[in-house]
């Protein structure tokens, strides 16, 4: 698997949890995996501890891990989906409408976001594709409601990544514009990633008290 991206460095430090996931997935062990993979058991071991390693090595792991199924890119290996939802979900809360703009490096340009609901009553409801879809829906989204001032999202949130994915689930306080919630919204967020970059959002919340908080702050 070739690297996609421009810039590509002469070595890089691989993501071990991602490196040993996808490892153990296939079910080989160290060994196994130098064997087929063509390197040292050393040389996986170096790996899998996070130190740095040669792109040309990374791609190379990433053509051993992969299968039809499941292909594994090099920039896979290296990156933090963890941490790029963090700062997904952070630009969302602080940049509200012009948050696909502030995270368009971390948008993979066939992103897809999938909104829990019915478009009639919910208007951010429904599918969004590519990255004039993510827009689309931040324009839908903030046209509605608004983010608490000086919110941190961070406290309200919490993450676990397997691989390519990263589920993040909280509560969610942003609320009809000029109507402060007394109490949030359970959310649960899937987020895939695919060459280091998200390419599938699944947004799930109680869409009944979505539809029913959009219809009263309409009537008010």
């Given amino acids: 698997m070739a690297w996609e991206?421009?810039?590509?460095?002469?070595?890089?430090?691989?993501?071990?949890?991602?490196?040993k996931h996808f490892r153990e997935k296939r079910g080989w062990t160290q060994s196994e995996f130098s064997?087929?993979?063509?390197?040292?058991?050393?040389?996986?071991?170096k790996a899998e501890s996070g130190r740095s390693i040669s792109s040309e090595t990374v791609c190379n792991l990433a053509e051993a891990l992969s299968t039809d199924e499941e292909p594994v890119y090099p920039e896979d290996l290296v990156c933090d989906p963890v941490?790029?939802?963090?700062?997904?979900i952070a630009a969302v809360y602080k940049h509200q409408r012009d948050f696909p703009t502030v995270v368009r490096h971390l948008?993979?340009?066939?992103?897809?976001?999938?909104?829990?609901?019915?478009p009639a009553q919910i208007p951010f409801a429904g599918r969004f594709e590519g990255i004039d879809?993510?827009?689309?829906?931040?324009?839908?989204?903030?046209?509605?409601l608004e983010s608490p001032k000086d919110h941190d999202p961070g406290k309200w949130y919490q993450y676990i990544g397997q691989g390519n994915e990263v589920v993040a689930w909280g509560e969610s306080w942003i609320?009809?514009?000029?109507?402060?919630?007394?109490?949030?919204?359970?959310?649960?967020?899937?987020?895939?990633?695919r060459?280091?970059?998200?390419?599938?959002?699944?947004?799930?919340?109680?869409t009944q008290l979505g539809a029913e908080t959009i219809f009263q702050s309409g009537k008010d």
């Fill in 5 to 19: 991206i421009e810039s590509v460095k002469q070595a890089y430090g691989c993501n071990r949890e991602i490196l």
């Fill in 35 to 45: 064997r087929i993979a063509g390197y040292s058991e050393r040389l996986i071991s």
């Fill in 83 to 88: 941490e790029s939802t963090k700062r997904y």
């Fill in 107 to 118: 948008l993979h340009d066939e992103i897809v976001i999938q909104m829990a609901g019915d």
């Fill in 133 to 144: 879809g993510v827009q689309v829906f931040a324009d839908r989204f903030f046209a509605i």
């Fill in 175 to 193: 609320h009809p514009i000029g109507q402060p919630m007394e109490k949030p919204m359970p959310v649960t967020n899937l987020f895939r990633f």
């Fill in 195 to 206: 060459r280091g970059k998200i390419v599938y959002l699944d947004d799930r919340y109680d």
